[in-house]
């Protein structure tokens, strides 16, 4: 990026953040996190409190790429440049939660039939049980909603995951390629953690 549109970026977002539309600009991300860069970089999805199948609280909010489509490879080098992570998921619970809140999303909406990627990957082709969140190295504890006919392992170079549908009301999981084709992504932000206290 050039740096005179870095700082019209900059410029831009202060300007939103300062004004009296605030309100509303937090409500779709902007100004979310007092960073103007990751706030025009990024839509808010929503945010999510749970717990662990270990009994660990958790909250954490889901931010789509707006701008950038590009490979799960780079989405995950992407998050981590706004200091996030490709998102995963703790459990089916909130898999579920997720779908819906990116069904109602006006952004996600907009983006029609899509592939977004997020953290997953595989080393065994054409399996729905032997999937790893990448961010920790844990294997996914529940069953994926995968789309009608997934995992496939497409021209046998699927190894990687993404939420796919061509409606965004049909959205379920799907593999797919880890070093080809340009998506959108979605990063989490992980707002809090409470380890289950050991008695």
């Known amino acids: 990026m050039k740096p005179l549109k870095f700082i019209f970026i900059i410029f831009f977002a202060n300007i939103f953040c300062d004004n009296s539309i605030e309100r509303e600009m937090r409500e779709s991300s902007i100004c979310e996190n007092n960073d103007p860069v990751r706030d025009v970089a990024f839509v808010r999805i929503g945010r999510y409190n749970g717990y662990t199948d270990k009994g660990s609280e958790y909250q954490k909010t889901y931010l789509v790429s707006r701008y950038a489509k590009t490979t799960w490879m780079n989405a995950k080098t992407y998050c981590k440049s706004f200091d996030l992570d490709l998102v995963s ?6 898999v579920y939660n997720f ?101």
């Not at 069904?103 to 729905?128: Q, Y």
């Not at 799907?174 to 959108?184: I, T």
């Open 89 to 94: 998921f703790e459990t089916l619970t909130e």
């Open 99 to 199: 779908i819906d809140m990116a069904k109602e999303n006006s952004f996600v909406k907009s983006l029609g039939g899509v592939h977004m990627l997020v953290d997953g990957m595989t080393p065994t082709p054409n399996t729905t049980t032997e999937w790893y969140w990448t961010n920790t190295g844990t294997k996914v504890s529940f069953t994926l909603p995968w789309q009608e006919g997934e995992p496939n392992f497409l021209n046998n170079g699927e190894y990687c995951l993404a939420l796919s549908a061509h409606e965004v009301s049909t959205l379920g999981f799907n593999d797919f390629p880890c070093d080809v084709g340009l998506s959108p992504f979605v990063c989490q932000r992980a707002d809090f953690y409470v380890p289950l206290r050991a008695n």
